[in-house]
């Protein structure tokens, strides 16, 4: 019997000791050496990087209140929007980013100001320091006086852009701050084969994820997507106010007009969503103590769990040719929304409209103010691919649109949009309304109640607004 196990090669062992998984692997595996065994590692949890504990904030407590110094302040009514201050670890926010931020909902004005109280002076800050948290901020804007003399430190009905759609884009005037990062947030070198080669819309993704290499904010190459700047949803906005100039490829069809490389980056799929959230945008910022180039940063608008201890206030990494005018663009795009405790405050607003391709200044009423507050073609800025897009001509009556990217998956309301038909031969776009548009063929306040509406044209020149009676 023993001779027999002996030919065979088996141990007698194997009947007397209890078949194990090991026996049974050492029985077809005789005389070899040990191999590595696997290892579980514990779970990866996250954890703050030190850089952000000694230098942001992520305290959803630190905000900072802009004003309208020409408003009541009873019930908050003269309160402008709100930014959170995640600058400094006990609270701060870049000066420049919030004196933009203003300029931009007050129609494009660049030589605005802050002060502490509705008629005080200009505060003694540099371009880049720190607003301080519990402290509330009135901006002002420079206006000429019937003398013809600046005026400053005095409260002023100066008019405010209510929504996105409304607001037009500033060409050849863009903040100082912006300016001196032309031509791009990076410029690629000189050279042939460096230059960028303009490609089919079908093709835009692979061609921004082949430019950039990864996301531009954390440098990951697993799940990047391509990121429109200026958001596909806004279409009309972008052909009415002829942001085509900044493409790199100016043969694009109306319908794949903004399927522009340089209206595009790279970003990994949940910053992506992050982004259309309005989560976050990009800003220029330089370090006053230590003098240092202005580059473009993430700066969080919303509190986050990970994404702004990780991000906030890190400059994004090269992106050949993308254009500054469509980073504030999308600056713009994410902070009209924060003016709807403004307009639906309960008063009377002095707003700046575009009525039938012209921009005027009106005295809107508290309720036609309210309509703009749910007003958005869409919550969020993707969109499908326009070859997807319907092609019925009908109207939407309806109210509610659900937010597929939505956390929560909650409702936004907003107003009936119209679909648009195929442009005719003389170039102009047929629309279904049954009332006075004003921007792109939507129309928010009523045709009668537009028409009785004081008419006050503006007239913004170098040092502010030119009101004439």
């Given at each position: 019997m023993i001779c027999w196990f002996a030919f065979w090669g088996i141990s007698p062992r194997l009947f007397k000791d209890p078949i194990t998984t090991s026996n049974i692997y050492n029985f077809h595996r005789p005389n070899m050496p040990d191999l590595p065994s696997l290892s579980i590692r514990p779970p990866n949890l996250y954890s703050p990087p030190a850089f952000a504990r000694t230098s942001i904030s992520n305290n959803p407590s630190h905000i900072i209140r802009f004003r309208h110094p020409a408003y009541p302040s009873e019930r908050d009514g003269n309160l402008l929007f709100i930014l959170q201050a995640y600058d400094h670890p006990n609270g701060g926010l870049h000066h420049e980013t919030a004196r933009v931020a203003c300029g931009i909902v007050t129609g494009n004005v660049w030589d605005g100001y802050f002060s502490l109280t509705p008629g005080g002076p200009p505060i003694d800050i540099g371009?880049?320091?720190?607003?301080?948290?519990?402290?509330?901020?009135?901006?002002?804007?420079?206006?000429?006086?019937?003398?013809?003399?600046?005026?400053?430190?005095?409260?002023?009905?100066y008019p405010v852009c209510p929504v996105f759609q409304h607001w037009e884009f500033p060409h050849h005037n863009l903040p100082p701050s912006w300016v001196d990062l032309l031509p791009g947030p990076s410029r690629p070198p000189a050279g042939p084969t460096t230059l960028p080669v303009p490609m089919a819309p079908s093709a835009l993704t692979s061609a921004v994820i082949s430019r950039d290499g990864s996301c531009r904010i954390s440098g990951c190459r697993d799940g990047v997507e391509c990121a429109h700047l200026c958001p596909r949803t806004e279409d009309e906005w972008f052909t009415s106010n002829g942001m085509a100039q900044y493409n790199l490829n100016h043969f694009l069809s109306l319908d794949y007009i903004m399927d522009d490389q340089y209206n595009a980056i790279a970003l990994r799929s949940d910053l992506h969503g992050a982004l259309d959230r309005r989560s976050f945008t990009f800003v220029p910022k330089a370090t006053p103590v230590e003098p240092s180039p202005i580059q473009f940063v993430t700066h969080m608008l919303q509190q986050t769990s990970e994404i702004g201890p990780l991000y906030h206030n890190t400059s994004i990494l090269p992106s050949p040719g993308v254009k500054p005018e469509f980073l504030l663009t999308r600056f713009a795009w994410a902070i009209f929304p924060l003016l709807t405790t403004f307009l639906a405050s309960g008063s009377g607003r002095n707003l700046i409209l575009v009525v039938e391709n012209k921009r005027v200044e009106k005295m809107v009423s508290a309720t036609e103010c309210s309509r703009f507050c749910g007003y958005s073609r869409s919550s969020q800025s993707r969109s499908i691919s326009p070859r997807k897009r319907k092609t019925t001509n009908s109207v939407d009556d309806g109210y509610e649109n659900t937010d597929p990217d939505s956390d929560e998956g909650s409702s936004v309301r907003t107003p009936p949009t119209v679909k648009r038909q195929r442009r005719t031969l003389s170039g102009s776009w047929a629309r279904k309304t049954n009332s006075t548009p004003l921007c792109g063929g939507y129309s928010f306040l009523g045709g009668d109640d537009l028409q009785n509406l004081t008419t006050v044209e503006c007239d913004r020149g170098r040092t502010g607004f030119q009101r004439r009676s």
């Open positions: 371009r880049d320091e720190l607003l301080l948290v519990g402290t509330d901020y009135f901006f002002h804007v420079p206006y000429t006086g019937s003398n013809n003399t600046l005026v400053q430190g005095e409260p002023f009905l």
